[in-house]
């Protein structure tokens, strides 16, 4: 396989001028029949318009040997690369899949969630729609063929990247059977696709959204937007939205808003101070809406299970130093913490919510996690959950399913404050969102929860610890019946 067994990526990514240091690997890549199909990783934050472009590659699984590159941002003569305006297609990068990736191999198929083009929040040097960037890609996987894709975000300027798994689940609509592929995203929208045809299973509607006014930019006048399912996240941000649970910190609330600019999902950033204004607050943000650890679904049912944070960000771009960088503007982030400490919008700010592909309804959606309950400004309210407004995004939760439960975590900074130590894990009813179960679990974990049978018992595993040298793998037993799994105390 390979020489000695190995294969060097760089190879393969096609000619250019770009910055190799820039490229590695988040995700393991995926084997569809004979062929295994890559993406890459590529930071984001270049000052520099040299960043490789995130193209696909596929190698034979058995000698090693290339097989087919698809290029993410078109070549010369290839479809599409009308839209991306002024030759930028010659300078652009990233673009690439980072995440995990889908295959079908009784279609032969591959699905590939891709990322947005250098640099994630001006685009002023790749005026267009730039597609194939912000997709789901899918590809015949022996010969690298485009089958079909579907663009989430066009010229995107809020690194909204497509950054999870896209999930394959056969469903039945209106009476008709679909071999579906459902992808969650950072907007808070769930984009359902025959994974055949591309086709989706219900309308995605192109609707005008607000423009861009920093020097530059042409941001582009209309964005995707499913009418089925409803958003799993709070998406755009008005007034009604900010914090309300007393009228002293719902006008603070107002006041801290009135230092930003607001509006519907897809108000692009503006640059710092400009008429006053901090920056744009987007909701959700780029580290909100479903993240890396995306989604889960039951192929017996079709209801999906999405982990998802509300995330507010404060997005303004600031002109470049001479001499320090080809962009005209990159970002400055501005927080957006909200009244004496609390976030800023309106609970949840995590939640889970089961999503039916059958019918594309929410049929349950809870807060995941206390969130600031304690906080002195309200732990006389009697709130209840509210989730947890904190945590790492792409590392933390995920969500495991089994045949009557739902399992996922928690980081404990993220609940008792930042200086908490540990995690914990929490058993869900599958069909109503109801807690069973809370496991206090000594260590910080992170990854995927997988799962085991041995000798008639099942088990949970995830990883934890690691950065301390501490690394382990933790596995617990889940009672033998789980219809009858105890009441959290």
């Known amino acids: 396989f390979g020489e000695n067994g190995i294969v060097d990526l760089a190879k393969d990514l096609g000619p250019g001028d770009f910055e190799l240091n820039n490229i590695t690997h988040g995700a393991p890549p995926i084997v569809v029949a004979d062929t295994v199909v890559v993406g890459s990783k590529i930071f984001d934050y270049g000052m520099h318009n040299n960043s490789p472009p995130g193209h696909i590659r596929a ?4 000698t090693g040997k290339f097989k087919w590159r698809f290029h993410t941002i078109p070549r010369e003569g290839e479809p599409f690369v009308e839209t991306w305006e002024n030759d930028s297609w010659k300078k652009a990068g990233n673009t690439n899949a980072w995440s995990m990736l889908a295959g079908d191999d ?19 040097k790749r005026p267009g729609a730039n597609v194939y960037a912000e997709s789901i890609l899918c590809l015949d996987a022996a010969s690298g063929e485009r ?10 300027v809020w690194d909204y990247d497509v950054a999870s798994a896209p999930n394959l689940v056969d469903v039945v609509v209106d009476g008709n059977p679909i071999k579906a592929v459902a992808q969650v995203s950072k907007t808070g929208f769930t984009y359902v696709f025959d994974r055949v045809t591309g086709k989706p299973v219900w309308p995605i509607e192109e609707r005008l959204v607000p423009q861009s ?3 530059g930019e042409k941001s582009y006048p209309t964005q995707p937007h499913p009418t089925k399912p409803p958003p799993f996240e709070r998406i755009g941000i008005t007034e009604d939205d900010l914090i309300d649970f007393t009228p002293e910190l719902k006008a603070e609330a107002v006041e801290i808003a009135k230092r930003y600019r607001l509006g519907p999902i897809f108000t692009p950033p503006i640059v710092k101070d400009a008429g006053g204004k901090l920056g744009t607050i987007v909701v959700p943000g780029a580290a909100g809406g ?11 049912t079709g209801i999906l299970y999405v982990e998802s944070q509300t995330n507010p960000i404060g997005m303004a771009v600031v002109p470049t130093k001479p001499g320090t960088s080809d962009w005209d503007y990159v970002i400055a982030y501005q927080p957006t913490r909200g009244p004496q400490g609390l976030p800023l919008v309106k609970p949840p700010y995590r939640r889970i919510t089961a999503i039916d592909l059958n019918t594309g309804e929410h049929v349950w959606q809870i807060p995941f996690g206390n969130g600031p309950t304690n906080h002195p400004a309200i732990k006389d309210l009697n709130l209840g959950p509210l989730g947890s407004p904190y945590g790492d995004t792409v590392a933390e939760g995920g969500i495991l399913l089994t045949k009557t439960l739902l399992i996922s975590y928690l980081s404990k900074w993220g609940e008792l404050g930042r200086r908490a130590q540990g995690t914990f894990l929490r058993a869900f009813d599958k069909k109503t969102g109801e807690l069973l179960a809370e496991v ?3 260590i910080r974990l992170h990854g995927a929860l997988m799962t085991y049978m041995h000798k008639g018992r099942q088990y949970v595993a995830v990883a934890g610890g690691g950065r301390r040298g501490d690394g382990e793998l933790v596995a617990l037993a889940l009672p033998k019946d789980t219809s009858t799994v105890p009441a959290r105390p």
Request: hydrophobic share 30%; no cysteine.
């Open 213 to 215: 006014d920093v020097p």
């Open 106 to 124: 009784e279609l032969g198929l591959v699905y590939l969630p891709t990322s947005t083009p250098t640099n994630d929040y001006w685009g002023g």
């Open 440 to 442: 206090d679990v000594e």
């Open 147 to 156: 089958v079909w894709h579907f663009q989430t975000v066009h010229h995107g």
């Open 290 to 300: 479903a993240n890396f650890p995306g989604a889960s679904v039951d192929p017996e």
């Open 59 to 62: 190698y034979d699984a058995r």
